[in-house]
């Protein structure tokens, strides 16, 4: 009886070890098989980032330009500059705005990727208000201030601002802030935006007419204020205090 007992101890202490091996091996197959997946993955992940930052697999095959209507689209996609294949995370968006807002009729450019190989481009033209004459033509003036193109002859209803050649930045806007800030009715009578002797702003209109402006402060008061002045008879319309304008 005591060697049957032994038996089926020893017999237990064989199983118990035949388990634990099985056990270890097993062990050691998952971890076998956790490593293998590590690399594979490692691999897809070094294969995709190769692919898409360093060969042109995803690389640019188009730039898209709109918002254009006096430029040529040709010429914003060749400022632009941006390489047929180049991979299209390394397109340098910053950079691909800066060189298209370079060009001086461009007011603004948004730049966006599309995946996965178009760069699409919209930029916003400058809209010229005002025209001013520079040596050989003319220059047109956004309302802004900005001159940004020259061309032989300004549109025959657009109003020409004459300013010193000496002139500060600011005075340059308060006569521009002094257009801008009339209606559009008001604003088809001007036919030039001038600064006075004392640095004020000065509107000559259509039939001799003038209007003494001033500063820009209260311009839109200014504005609200002249349409009615104009309908009365004379030659000169001061609303440089608009509580107080008048006609002579």
Do not use: C, H, N
């Amino acid at each position: 009886m005591r060697e049957s007992g032994r038996a089926r101890s020893s017999g237990g202490r064989t199983s118990s070890r035949t388990r634990g091996g099985r056990d270890e091996e097993e062990s050691a197959g998952r971890g076998r098989i956790a490593r293998w997946i590590v690399l594979v993955a490692l691999a897809l992940i070094t294969t995709a980032a190769v692919l898409v930052f360093f060969t042109p697999a995803l690389g640019v095959r188009s730039v898209r330009v709109s918002g254009t209507e006096v430029l040529d689209a040709g010429r914003v996609s060749r400022v632009a500059s941006i390489e047929e294949g180049t991979p299209i995370v390394r397109v340098d968006r910053a950079a691909v705005r800066e060189r298209v807002t370079g060009i001086s009729r461009v007011e603004s450019a948004d730049v966006r990727l599309v995946w996965p190989s178009t760069v699409r481009i919209r930029v916003v033209e400058r809209e010229p208000v005002l025209f001013e004459r520079v040596s050989g033509g003319v220059r047109l003036v956004d309302d802004d201030g900005v001159g940004f193109a020259e061309v032989p002859e300004p549109s025959r209803r657009m109003p020409e601002l004459r300013l010193p050649e000496d002139v500060g930045e600011q005075r340059t806007e308060e006569a521009i802030t002094a257009f801008t800030s009339l209606d559009e009715k008001v604003r088809k009578q001007v036919r030039v935006v001038e600064l006075d002797g004392s640095g004020g702003v000065r509107l000559l209109l259509t039939r001799g007419r003038t209007v003494e402006w001033g500063s820009a402060a209260e311009s839109e008061l200014k504005a609200a204020v002249l349409p009615a002045l104009l309908t009365r008879q004379g030659r000169v319309y001061d609303v440089t205090a608009p509580e107080l304008p008048t006609v002579s």
